[in-house]
Protein backbone atom coordinates (compact mmCIF):
# COMPACT_ATOMS: atom_id res chain seq x y z
CA UNK A 1 0.00 0.00 0.00
CA UNK A 2 1.40 3.81 -0.90
CA UNK A 3 2.24 5.43 1.65
CA UNK A 4 -0.16 8.60 1.12
CA UNK A 5 -2.76 5.68 0.74
CA UNK A 6 -2.02 4.21 4.51
CA UNK A 7 -1.74 7.36 5.89
CA UNK A 8 -5.75 8.51 4.59
CA UNK A 9 -6.87 4.72 5.94
CA UNK A 10 -5.17 5.81 9.42
CA UNK A 11 -6.44 8.90 9.55
CA UNK A 12 -10.67 7.44 8.62
CA UNK A 13 -9.51 4.92 11.26
CA UNK A 14 -8.69 7.40 14.20
CA UNK A 15 -11.64 9.36 12.84
CA UNK A 16 -14.29 5.83 13.30
CA UNK A 17 -11.99 5.56 16.76
CA UNK A 18 -12.75 9.25 18.23
CA UNK A 19 -16.45 8.94 17.00
CA UNK A 20 -16.93 5.97 18.89
CA UNK A 21 -14.42 6.32 21.97
CA UNK A 22 -14.65 10.09 23.30
CA UNK A 23 -17.14 10.59 26.09
CA UNK A 24 -18.24 7.24 26.60
CA UNK A 25 -19.66 7.54 29.58
CA UNK A 26 -22.00 10.34 28.64
CA UNK A 27 -22.96 8.65 25.47
CA UNK A 28 -24.48 7.06 26.08
CA UNK A 29 -25.85 8.99 28.98
CA UNK A 30 -26.86 5.29 31.08
CA UNK A 31 -25.18 2.33 31.87
CA UNK A 32 -27.59 -0.36 31.21
CA UNK A 33 -27.92 -3.76 33.30
CA UNK A 34 -26.78 -5.91 30.96
CA UNK A 35 -23.56 -4.04 30.14
CA UNK A 36 -22.82 -3.47 34.26
CA UNK A 37 -23.71 -7.73 34.17
CA UNK A 38 -20.64 -8.38 31.59
CA UNK A 39 -18.80 -5.66 33.62
CA UNK A 40 -19.38 -8.05 36.30
CA UNK A 41 -18.07 -11.20 35.00
CA UNK A 42 -14.93 -9.09 33.67
CA UNK A 43 -14.37 -8.41 37.60
CA UNK A 44 -14.41 -11.82 38.32
CA UNK A 45 -11.50 -11.97 36.59
CA UNK A 46 -9.84 -9.53 38.84
CA UNK A 47 -11.19 -10.99 42.09
CA UNK A 48 -9.71 -14.17 41.42
CA UNK A 49 -13.43 -15.50 41.12
CA UNK A 50 -13.03 -16.60 37.79
CA UNK A 51 -9.72 -17.50 35.97
CA UNK A 52 -10.98 -19.65 32.62
CA UNK A 53 -11.61 -17.52 29.99
CA UNK A 54 -12.71 -20.60 27.59
CA UNK A 55 -15.58 -20.83 29.21
CA UNK A 56 -19.10 -19.05 29.68
CA UNK A 57 -20.04 -15.82 31.84
CA UNK A 58 -23.13 -13.75 32.43
CA UNK A 59 -25.76 -14.93 30.03
CA UNK A 60 -24.36 -18.00 28.94
CA UNK A 61 -21.49 -15.42 26.83
CA UNK A 62 -17.89 -16.80 25.90
CA UNK A 63 -16.00 -15.58 28.92
CA UNK A 64 -13.11 -14.23 26.43
CA UNK A 65 -14.64 -11.19 25.61
CA UNK A 66 -14.76 -10.32 29.21
CA UNK A 67 -11.52 -11.34 29.89
CA UNK A 68 -10.61 -8.37 27.23
CA UNK A 69 -13.16 -6.48 29.33
CA UNK A 70 -10.62 -6.81 33.12
CA UNK A 71 -7.70 -5.70 30.86
CA UNK A 72 -9.75 -2.36 29.86
CA UNK A 73 -10.82 -2.49 34.01
CA UNK A 74 -7.22 -3.07 35.43
CA UNK A 75 -5.72 -0.08 33.37
CA UNK A 76 -8.94 1.89 33.80
CA UNK A 77 -10.72 1.51 36.79
CA UNK A 78 -14.50 0.38 37.34
CA UNK A 79 -15.50 2.90 35.27
CA UNK A 80 -18.17 3.29 32.21
CA UNK A 81 -15.38 4.04 29.96
CA UNK A 82 -12.95 1.09 30.95
CA UNK A 83 -16.25 -1.15 30.16
CA UNK A 84 -16.91 0.55 26.57
CA UNK A 85 -13.57 1.08 25.02
CA UNK A 86 -12.96 -2.58 24.25
CA UNK A 87 -15.69 -1.89 21.86
CA UNK A 88 -14.64 1.24 20.73
CA UNK A 89 -11.39 -0.25 19.55
CA UNK A 90 -13.42 -3.08 17.72
CA UNK A 91 -15.88 -0.74 15.81
CA UNK A 92 -12.68 1.16 14.34
CA UNK A 93 -10.67 -1.46 13.98
CA UNK A 94 -13.48 -2.34 11.51
CA UNK A 95 -13.15 -0.10 9.52
CA UNK A 96 -9.81 -0.62 8.60
CA UNK A 97 -10.46 -3.96 7.99
CA UNK A 98 -13.45 -3.16 5.50
CA UNK A 99 -10.96 -0.81 3.63
CA UNK A 100 -8.93 -3.61 3.03
CA UNK A 101 -11.74 -6.26 2.06
CA UNK A 102 -13.33 -3.94 -0.27
CA UNK A 103 -9.88 -2.42 -2.14
CA UNK A 104 -9.25 -5.83 -3.37
CA UNK A 105 -12.96 -6.96 -4.11
CA UNK A 106 -14.29 -3.68 -5.53
CA UNK A 107 -11.55 -1.24 -5.74
CA UNK A 108 -9.75 1.91 -3.75
CA UNK A 109 -13.05 4.28 -4.47
CA UNK A 110 -15.23 1.65 -3.00
CA UNK A 111 -12.73 0.75 -0.26
CA UNK A 112 -12.72 4.36 0.51
CA UNK A 113 -16.41 5.27 0.25
CA UNK A 114 -17.16 1.52 2.66
CA UNK A 115 -14.58 2.65 5.30
CA UNK A 116 -16.02 6.69 5.21
CA UNK A 117 -19.53 5.78 5.59
CA UNK A 118 -19.18 2.74 8.23
CA UNK A 119 -16.60 5.22 10.29
CA UNK A 120 -19.56 7.58 10.40
CA UNK A 121 -22.57 5.23 10.32
CA UNK A 122 -25.02 5.86 13.46
CA UNK A 123 -26.05 2.44 13.79
CA UNK A 124 -22.39 1.15 13.90
CA UNK A 125 -21.31 3.84 16.05
CA UNK A 126 -23.79 2.89 18.90
CA UNK A 127 -23.00 -0.23 19.28
CA UNK A 128 -18.79 0.46 19.23
CA UNK A 129 -20.24 2.73 22.46
CA UNK A 130 -21.83 -0.15 24.00
CA UNK A 131 -19.98 -2.84 26.70
CA UNK A 132 -21.18 -5.20 24.90
CA UNK A 133 -19.83 -7.84 22.30
CA UNK A 134 -22.05 -7.54 19.69
CA UNK A 135 -19.65 -4.90 17.31
CA UNK A 136 -16.82 -7.37 18.04
CA UNK A 137 -18.66 -9.85 15.45
CA UNK A 138 -18.56 -7.14 12.88
CA UNK A 139 -15.01 -7.38 12.96
CA UNK A 140 -14.26 -10.65 13.01
CA UNK A 141 -16.96 -11.41 9.77
CA UNK A 142 -15.16 -8.83 7.92
CA UNK A 143 -11.45 -9.71 9.04
CA UNK A 144 -12.46 -13.56 7.73
CA UNK A 145 -14.17 -12.08 4.92
CA UNK A 146 -11.10 -10.09 3.74
CA UNK A 147 -8.53 -13.10 5.00
CA UNK A 148 -10.97 -15.34 2.97
CA UNK A 149 -11.23 -13.36 -0.03
CA UNK A 150 -6.99 -13.16 -0.14
CA UNK A 151 -6.55 -16.88 0.04
CA UNK A 152 -9.65 -17.70 -2.78
CA UNK A 153 -7.80 -14.89 -5.16
CA UNK A 154 -4.26 -15.92 -4.45
CA UNK A 155 -4.79 -18.91 -3.45
CA UNK A 156 -2.74 -18.06 -0.36
CA UNK A 157 -2.64 -21.18 2.09
CA UNK A 158 -1.45 -18.56 4.76
CA UNK A 159 -4.51 -16.38 4.45
CA UNK A 160 -7.05 -19.53 4.53
CA UNK A 161 -5.57 -20.72 7.90
CA UNK A 162 -5.56 -16.92 8.88
CA UNK A 163 -9.57 -17.05 7.61
CA UNK A 164 -9.59 -19.99 9.84
CA UNK A 165 -8.29 -18.52 13.00
CA UNK A 166 -10.20 -15.76 12.33
CA UNK A 167 -13.62 -17.57 12.26
CA UNK A 168 -12.37 -19.69 15.38
CA UNK A 169 -12.13 -16.48 17.60
CA UNK A 170 -15.33 -15.67 16.52
CA UNK A 171 -16.87 -18.15 18.37
CA UNK A 172 -15.87 -16.42 21.61
CA UNK A 173 -17.81 -13.75 20.85
CA UNK A 174 -21.72 -12.66 20.02
CA UNK A 175 -24.17 -15.67 18.66
CA UNK A 176 -24.76 -13.76 15.32
CA UNK A 177 -21.08 -14.75 13.84
CA UNK A 178 -22.07 -18.93 13.92
CA UNK A 179 -24.10 -17.98 10.74
CA UNK A 180 -20.51 -17.53 8.52
CA UNK A 181 -20.66 -21.30 9.58
CA UNK A 182 -23.47 -22.01 7.25
CA UNK A 183 -22.89 -18.73 4.70
CA UNK A 184 -19.59 -20.42 3.72
CA UNK A 185 -20.34 -23.31 2.33
CA UNK A 186 -23.62 -22.05 0.26
CA UNK A 187 -20.85 -19.80 -0.83
CA UNK A 188 -18.95 -22.73 -1.87
CA UNK A 189 -21.59 -24.56 -3.32
CA UNK A 190 -23.02 -21.93 -5.27
CA UNK A 191 -19.51 -21.19 -7.15
CA UNK A 192 -18.96 -24.95 -7.21
CA UNK A 193 -22.31 -24.66 -9.50
CA UNK A 194 -20.54 -22.65 -12.01
CA UNK A 195 -16.67 -23.75 -11.63
CA UNK A 196 -16.22 -27.00 -10.04
CA UNK A 197 -12.57 -26.73 -10.62
CA UNK A 198 -11.81 -23.41 -8.69
CA UNK A 199 -13.20 -25.21 -5.73
CA UNK A 200 -11.55 -28.73 -6.00
CA UNK A 201 -7.86 -26.60 -6.66
CA UNK A 202 -8.67 -25.15 -3.47
CA UNK A 203 -9.91 -27.65 -1.25
CA UNK A 204 -6.53 -28.23 0.75
CA UNK A 205 -6.33 -24.54 1.58
CA UNK A 206 -9.97 -25.32 2.48
CA UNK A 207 -9.15 -28.20 5.19
CA UNK A 208 -6.30 -26.18 6.23
CA UNK A 209 -9.23 -23.31 6.81
CA UNK A 210 -11.35 -25.60 8.92
CA UNK A 211 -8.68 -27.36 10.53
CA UNK A 212 -7.70 -23.69 12.24
CA UNK A 213 -10.93 -22.51 12.69
CA UNK A 214 -11.22 -25.70 14.95
CA UNK A 215 -8.11 -26.03 16.87
CA UNK A 216 -8.55 -21.94 17.84
CA UNK A 217 -12.55 -22.80 18.84
CA UNK A 218 -11.08 -25.87 20.23
CA UNK A 219 -11.13 -25.05 24.18
CA UNK A 220 -14.54 -23.56 24.21
CA UNK A 221 -16.21 -26.22 21.82
CA UNK A 222 -14.76 -29.18 24.58
CA UNK A 223 -16.54 -26.88 27.07
CA UNK A 224 -19.27 -26.58 25.21
CA UNK A 225 -19.12 -30.60 24.68
CA UNK A 226 -19.78 -31.06 28.30
CA UNK A 227 -22.04 -28.67 28.81
CA UNK A 228 -24.25 -28.58 25.56
CA UNK A 229 -27.37 -26.18 26.78
CA UNK A 230 -24.48 -23.52 27.21
CA UNK A 231 -24.46 -23.26 23.14
CA UNK A 232 -27.49 -23.02 22.00
CA UNK A 233 -28.51 -20.54 25.09
CA UNK A 234 -27.94 -17.23 23.38
CA UNK A 235 -29.95 -19.09 20.38
CA UNK A 236 -32.80 -20.77 22.30
CA UNK A 237 -34.00 -17.73 24.31
CA UNK A 238 -34.69 -15.55 21.49
CA UNK A 239 -35.89 -18.39 18.78
CA UNK A 240 -39.44 -17.82 17.46
CA UNK A 241 -39.80 -21.56 17.86
CA UNK A 242 -39.35 -21.32 21.46
CA UNK A 243 -43.13 -20.33 21.46
CA UNK A 244 -44.40 -23.41 19.94
CA UNK A 245 -46.19 -25.98 22.20
CA UNK A 246 -43.74 -28.48 23.54
CA UNK A 247 -43.41 -31.85 21.67
CA UNK A 248 -44.99 -29.96 18.83
CA UNK A 249 -43.68 -30.90 14.97
CA UNK A 250 -42.52 -27.01 14.23
CA UNK A 251 -43.52 -27.85 10.42
CA UNK A 252 -46.83 -28.69 11.02
CA UNK A 253 -48.08 -25.73 13.62
CA UNK A 254 -51.08 -24.58 12.08
CA UNK A 255 -50.52 -20.59 10.82
CA UNK A 256 -46.58 -21.30 11.38
CA UNK A 257 -45.89 -20.63 7.69
CA UNK A 258 -47.39 -17.14 7.08
CA UNK A 259 -46.29 -16.07 10.14
CA UNK A 260 -42.63 -16.62 9.35
CA UNK A 261 -43.11 -15.02 5.68
CA UNK A 262 -44.08 -11.94 7.74
CA UNK A 263 -41.02 -12.28 10.04
CA UNK A 264 -38.53 -12.51 7.05
CA UNK A 265 -40.66 -9.42 5.54
CA UNK A 266 -39.92 -7.43 8.94
CA UNK A 267 -36.33 -8.34 9.23
CA UNK A 268 -35.59 -7.70 5.44
CA UNK A 269 -37.15 -4.32 5.89
CA UNK A 270 -35.02 -3.32 9.12
CA UNK A 271 -32.57 -1.20 6.79
CA UNK A 272 -34.83 0.31 4.88
CA UNK A 273 -38.17 0.33 5.81
CA UNK A 274 -39.04 -0.99 9.65
CA UNK A 275 -37.49 0.73 12.68
CA UNK A 276 -35.01 -0.79 15.04
CA UNK A 277 -35.90 -2.56 18.60
CA UNK A 278 -34.53 -3.32 21.56
CA UNK A 279 -30.98 -2.04 22.09
CA UNK A 280 -31.48 0.42 19.51
CA UNK A 281 -34.51 2.62 18.87
CA UNK A 282 -33.19 5.07 16.91
CA UNK A 283 -36.98 5.66 15.66
CA UNK A 284 -35.93 5.11 12.39
CA UNK A 285 -34.65 2.04 10.14
CA UNK A 286 -31.26 1.06 10.46
CA UNK A 287 -30.31 3.84 7.45
CA UNK A 288 -31.27 7.00 7.03
CA UNK A 289 -33.12 8.14 4.10
CA UNK A 290 -30.29 9.25 1.91
CA UNK A 291 -28.31 6.29 3.00
CA UNK A 292 -31.51 4.00 2.64
CA UNK A 293 -31.78 5.58 -1.16
CA UNK A 294 -28.01 4.38 -2.08
CA UNK A 295 -28.11 1.00 -0.53
CA UNK A 296 -31.44 0.30 -2.47
CA UNK A 297 -29.79 1.63 -5.74
CA UNK A 298 -26.31 -0.49 -4.99
CA UNK A 299 -28.80 -3.52 -3.80
CA UNK A 300 -29.92 -3.58 -8.18
CA UNK A 301 -25.91 -3.05 -8.54
CA UNK A 302 -24.84 -5.66 -6.20
CA UNK A 303 -27.36 -8.09 -7.39
CA UNK A 304 -27.34 -7.45 -11.60
CA UNK A 305 -23.74 -9.01 -11.13
CA UNK A 306 -24.71 -11.83 -9.02
CA UNK A 307 -22.87 -13.97 -10.37
CA UNK A 308 -19.11 -12.40 -9.35
CA UNK A 309 -18.24 -14.26 -6.58
CA UNK A 310 -17.56 -11.24 -4.30
CA UNK A 311 -21.08 -10.01 -5.03
CA UNK A 312 -22.49 -13.13 -3.93
CA UNK A 313 -20.63 -13.57 -0.55
CA UNK A 314 -21.85 -9.52 0.09
CA UNK A 315 -26.00 -10.84 -0.83
CA UNK A 316 -24.90 -13.75 1.35
CA UNK A 317 -24.01 -11.91 3.94
CA UNK A 318 -26.91 -9.48 3.96
CA UNK A 319 -29.29 -12.31 3.75
CA UNK A 320 -27.67 -13.96 7.13
CA UNK A 321 -28.89 -11.16 8.91
CA UNK A 322 -32.47 -11.12 7.58
CA UNK A 323 -32.42 -14.30 8.66
CA UNK A 324 -31.22 -14.04 11.98
CA UNK A 325 -33.20 -11.62 12.38
CA UNK A 326 -36.72 -13.24 11.04
CA UNK A 327 -36.14 -16.25 12.90
CA UNK A 328 -35.59 -14.35 16.20
CA UNK A 329 -38.24 -12.61 18.46
CA UNK A 330 -38.98 -9.08 18.39
CA UNK A 331 -37.85 -8.61 15.09
CA UNK A 332 -36.32 -6.35 13.78
CA UNK A 333 -33.88 -6.65 17.14
CA UNK A 334 -31.39 -3.74 16.57
CA UNK A 335 -28.21 -6.07 18.38
CA UNK A 336 -28.87 -9.08 15.93
CA UNK A 337 -27.59 -6.96 13.30
CA UNK A 338 -24.78 -5.68 13.68
CA UNK A 339 -22.28 -8.17 12.38
CA UNK A 340 -23.77 -6.81 8.60
CA UNK A 341 -23.34 -3.35 8.77
CA UNK A 342 -19.92 -3.79 6.78
CA UNK A 343 -21.37 -4.78 4.09
CA UNK A 344 -24.36 -2.67 3.99
CA UNK A 345 -21.36 0.31 3.67
CA UNK A 346 -19.59 -2.27 0.52
CA UNK A 347 -23.36 -1.83 -0.98
CA UNK A 348 -23.96 1.63 -0.31
CA UNK A 349 -20.43 2.28 -1.46
CA UNK A 350 -21.02 0.35 -4.75
CA UNK A 351 -23.92 2.76 -5.41
CA UNK A 352 -21.69 5.54 -5.78
CA UNK A 353 -18.98 4.40 -7.36
CA UNK A 354 -21.47 3.06 -9.89
CA UNK A 355 -23.10 5.86 -10.31
CA UNK A 356 -20.20 8.09 -10.33
CA UNK A 357 -18.38 5.44 -13.19
CA UNK A 358 -21.52 5.48 -15.25
CA UNK A 359 -21.95 9.32 -15.43
CA UNK A 360 -18.23 9.12 -16.24
CA UNK A 361 -18.43 7.11 -19.26
CA UNK A 362 -21.76 9.75 -20.79
CA UNK A 363 -19.51 12.57 -19.97
CA UNK A 364 -16.11 11.94 -19.79
CA UNK A 365 -15.30 15.90 -20.17
CA UNK A 366 -17.43 16.03 -16.71
CA UNK A 367 -15.24 13.33 -15.15
CA UNK A 368 -13.84 15.50 -12.32
CA UNK A 369 -16.95 17.49 -11.31
CA UNK A 370 -18.98 14.18 -11.39
CA UNK A 371 -16.67 12.93 -8.83
CA UNK A 372 -16.84 15.80 -6.84
CA UNK A 373 -20.53 15.67 -6.69
CA UNK A 374 -20.69 12.06 -5.83
CA UNK A 375 -18.10 12.56 -3.11
CA UNK A 376 -20.01 15.52 -1.82
CA UNK A 377 -23.38 13.14 -2.20
CA UNK A 378 -20.94 10.96 0.28
CA UNK A 379 -19.94 13.34 2.65
CA UNK A 380 -23.37 14.43 3.63
CA UNK A 381 -24.52 10.86 3.95
CA UNK A 382 -21.85 10.61 6.65
CA UNK A 383 -22.57 13.96 8.45
CA UNK A 384 -26.45 13.13 8.09
CA UNK A 385 -25.50 9.81 10.24
CA UNK A 386 -23.34 11.68 12.37
CA UNK A 387 -25.49 14.83 13.25
CA UNK A 388 -28.65 12.49 13.57
CA UNK A 389 -26.59 10.02 16.14
CA UNK A 390 -24.56 12.91 18.50
CA UNK A 391 -27.39 15.97 17.89
CA UNK A 392 -30.48 13.90 18.39
CA UNK A 393 -30.77 10.36 19.39
CA UNK A 394 -27.75 11.20 22.08
CA UNK A 395 -28.50 14.97 22.96
CA UNK A 396 -32.44 14.43 23.67
CA UNK A 397 -31.58 11.23 26.02
CA UNK A 398 -33.22 8.77 23.49
CA UNK A 399 -31.81 5.55 25.65
CA UNK A 400 -32.52 3.43 28.32
CA UNK A 401 -35.52 3.50 30.56
CA UNK A 402 -36.28 4.69 34.14
CA UNK A 403 -34.83 2.21 36.32
CA UNK A 404 -31.66 2.23 34.30
CA UNK A 405 -31.69 6.11 35.07
CA UNK A 406 -32.36 5.71 38.77
CA UNK A 407 -29.54 2.98 38.55
CA UNK A 408 -26.56 5.32 36.63
CA UNK A 409 -27.34 7.83 38.74
CA UNK A 410 -27.44 6.28 42.15
CA UNK A 411 -24.24 4.57 41.19
CA UNK A 412 -21.98 7.17 40.29
CA UNK A 413 -23.41 9.12 43.38
CA UNK A 414 -22.08 5.67 45.42
CA UNK A 415 -18.70 5.05 43.76
CA UNK A 416 -17.56 8.62 45.01
CA UNK A 417 -18.68 7.82 48.96
CA UNK A 418 -16.48 6.08 51.51
CA UNK A 419 -16.22 2.00 51.07
CA UNK A 420 -18.80 0.35 53.45
CA UNK A 421 -21.46 3.38 53.67
CA UNK A 422 -24.99 1.76 53.61
CA UNK A 423 -27.76 2.69 51.62
CA UNK A 424 -31.18 2.03 52.47
CA UNK A 425 -33.35 1.89 49.25
CA UNK A 426 -36.42 2.63 49.31
CA UNK A 427 -37.66 0.79 46.15
CA UNK A 428 -41.33 0.30 43.93
CA UNK A 429 -40.82 -2.20 41.34
CA UNK A 430 -37.40 -1.38 41.20
CA UNK A 431 -34.75 -2.92 44.14
CA UNK A 432 -31.33 -2.48 44.87
CA UNK A 433 -30.00 -5.82 43.79
CA UNK A 434 -32.04 -5.70 40.47
CA UNK A 435 -29.94 -3.67 38.40
CA UNK A 436 -26.06 -4.60 38.08
CA UNK A 437 -25.38 -1.24 37.04
CA UNK A 438 -25.34 -0.21 40.84
CA UNK A 439 -23.36 -3.16 42.17
CA UNK A 440 -20.44 -2.56 39.06
CA UNK A 441 -20.39 0.86 39.91
CA UNK A 442 -20.20 1.15 43.72
CA UNK A 443 -19.16 -2.78 44.42
CA UNK A 444 -18.06 -0.86 48.70
CA UNK A 445 -21.49 0.35 49.16
CA UNK A 446 -23.45 -1.76 51.40
CA UNK A 447 -27.86 -1.88 50.03
CA UNK A 448 -30.55 -2.90 51.87
CA UNK A 449 -33.96 -2.73 50.48
CA UNK A 450 -36.69 -1.31 52.06
CA UNK A 451 -40.01 -2.88 50.97
CA UNK A 452 -41.96 -2.27 53.94
CA UNK A 453 -44.29 0.37 55.16
CA UNK A 454 -42.83 2.57 57.58
CA UNK A 455 -44.53 4.18 59.87
CA UNK A 456 -41.91 5.11 63.03
CA UNK A 457 -38.32 6.02 62.61
CA UNK A 458 -36.68 2.85 61.45
CA UNK A 459 -34.47 0.56 64.20
CA UNK A 460 -31.54 1.42 61.78
CA UNK A 461 -28.15 1.99 63.28
CA UNK A 462 -27.37 5.28 61.03
CA UNK A 463 -23.90 6.21 60.88
CA UNK A 464 -23.30 9.67 59.76
CA UNK A 465 -22.56 8.59 56.23
CA UNK A 466 -25.22 6.59 55.69
CA UNK A 467 -28.16 7.60 53.04
CA UNK A 468 -31.56 6.78 52.37
CA UNK A 469 -32.75 6.92 48.53
CA UNK A 470 -35.90 6.57 47.72
CA UNK A 471 -37.15 5.48 44.41
CA UNK A 472 -38.84 8.26 41.60
CA UNK A 473 -42.35 5.87 43.02
CA UNK A 474 -41.93 6.33 46.86
CA UNK A 475 -40.12 10.18 46.57
CA UNK A 476 -43.15 12.17 46.25
CA UNK A 477 -44.20 10.12 49.35
CA UNK A 478 -41.11 11.24 50.92
CA UNK A 479 -41.47 15.03 50.26
CA UNK A 480 -44.72 14.71 51.34
CA UNK A 481 -43.87 13.86 54.72
CA UNK A 482 -40.41 15.71 54.85
CA UNK A 483 -41.58 19.06 53.26
CA UNK A 484 -39.00 20.90 54.25
CA UNK A 485 -36.41 18.90 52.70
CA UNK A 486 -35.59 20.75 49.36
CA UNK A 487 -35.61 18.70 46.28
CA UNK A 488 -33.82 19.85 42.85
CA UNK A 489 -35.48 20.58 39.68
CA UNK A 490 -35.90 16.78 37.87
CA UNK A 491 -33.09 16.13 35.23
CA UNK A 492 -33.24 13.22 33.32
CA UNK A 493 -35.02 11.86 30.34
CA UNK A 494 -38.21 10.84 32.34
CA UNK A 495 -38.29 13.77 35.03
CA UNK A 496 -38.31 11.82 38.48
CA UNK A 497 -34.79 11.65 39.12
CA UNK A 498 -34.22 13.90 42.40
CA UNK A 499 -31.89 15.07 44.55
CA UNK A 500 -30.08 11.68 46.32
CA UNK A 501 -27.64 13.00 48.68
CA UNK A 502 -30.57 13.43 51.46
CA UNK A 503 -28.77 11.95 54.89
CA UNK A 504 -31.26 9.29 56.51
CA UNK A 505 -31.33 11.01 59.25
CA UNK A 506 -33.43 13.58 57.77
CA UNK A 507 -35.83 11.09 56.74
CA UNK A 508 -36.16 9.49 60.08
CA UNK A 509 -36.68 13.01 62.11
CA UNK A 510 -39.08 14.21 60.32
CA UNK A 511 -41.10 10.85 60.26
CA UNK A 512 -42.49 11.91 64.12
CA UNK A 513 -43.43 14.99 63.49
CA UNK A 514 -45.70 14.07 60.71
CA UNK A 515 -47.56 12.05 62.73
CA UNK A 516 -46.35 8.81 61.73
CA UNK A 517 -47.22 9.09 58.33
CA UNK A 518 -47.08 5.60 56.24
CA UNK A 519 -44.31 5.68 53.75
CA UNK A 520 -45.56 3.05 51.38
CA UNK A 521 -44.04 1.38 48.35
CA UNK A 522 -46.36 0.74 45.03
CA UNK A 523 -46.35 -2.90 44.25
Request: charged share 15%; proline share 6%; aromatic share 12%.
Amino acid sequence: MPKAEAIAVAGIVLAGLLLRGVRTDQIPWLLTGDEASGGLSAAEFLDGKRDNPFTVGWFSFPSLYFFIQSLSIRLFGRTIQALRLTSALAGALTVGVLYEFAREAFGRRVAVAAALYLAAFHFHIHFSRLGLNNVWDSLFATAFTLAFWRGWTSESRLSFMLAGIGLGLAQYFYASVRVLLALLPIWLLAVAIRDRGSVRRRLPHLVALAVAALVVALPLFLYYFKHPSAYIAPMARVSVFGRLPAGADWWRVEGLWPYLASQFKTSALAFTGTNLKFWYQPGHPMLLPLAAALFLVGLVVVLLDLLKPAHLWVVLWLLGAVAIGALSESTPAAQRYVFVAPAVAVVIALALERGVSSLSQVWPSRAPLILVGGTGILMLACWQDFSFYFNDFSARHRFGDVNTEVATVLGGFLAETEPGTRVYFLGGRMRYFSHSTIRYLAPAAVGQDVMETLTDPPEWAIPWRDHHIPAWERRPVVHRICPGQPLSPPNGRYARLEELRAPVGDLTSCLPACGKTELQPIQ
